[in-house]
């Protein structure tokens, strides 16, 4: 009788530390999976070359608007959407919702991050050369 209660216990005893084992595994998985805030959303594949105004457009961008829409225009999670995305389209979003976007700022509508604010500092000239920067990533990118 009392072997049987040392196993038991020993099979409990094992067991139980099994379970904590994996779900320690589980939470470490989950953690391991879980993009953090600021994390890049797309994989940008960039071009070989740029054009003139793109390579403006690429200084332009990074002075201005990679501080949320992250590094190549690839998104930060938790805090702005990639640009280099097929809603940002041409045939979905032409030049001008970046004007105006930049201008006016934008109320959220595609993304839950939240309303862009006015970009200060930058001009419709500025602006075009982002563009430019932004389309030449697309079409590296397979959006037309």
Not at 104 to 112: E, F, L
Request: aromatic share 6%; charged share 20%; with cysteine.
């Amino acid at each position: 009788m009392k072997k049987s209660i040392v196993i038991i216990a020993i099979l409990v005893t094992v067991g139980a530390g099994y379970a904590i084992w994996k779900g320690a595994d589980a939470a470490d998985q989950k953690t391991a999976q879980a993009p953090e805030t600021g994390a890049a959303l797309v994989e940008v594949k960039l071009p070989g070359t740029l054009s003139q105004n793109a390579e403006i457009g690429k200084a332009a961008f990074e002075a201005k608007c990679s501080a949320c829409h992250g590094a190549n225009a690839a998104g930060q999670d938790g805090v702005a959407p990639p640009l280099v995305h097929k809603i940002y389209e041409p045939g979905h979003h032409g030049d001008e919702s970046f004007q105006r976007a930049a201008a006016n700022g934008v109320r959220a509508h595609h993304w839950r991050f939240g309303d862009m604010q006015p970009v200060e500092g930058v001009t419709r000239g500025d602006v075009t050369m982002i563009i430019a920067y932004i389309r030449e990533l697309q079409r590296a990118n397979g959006i037309y």
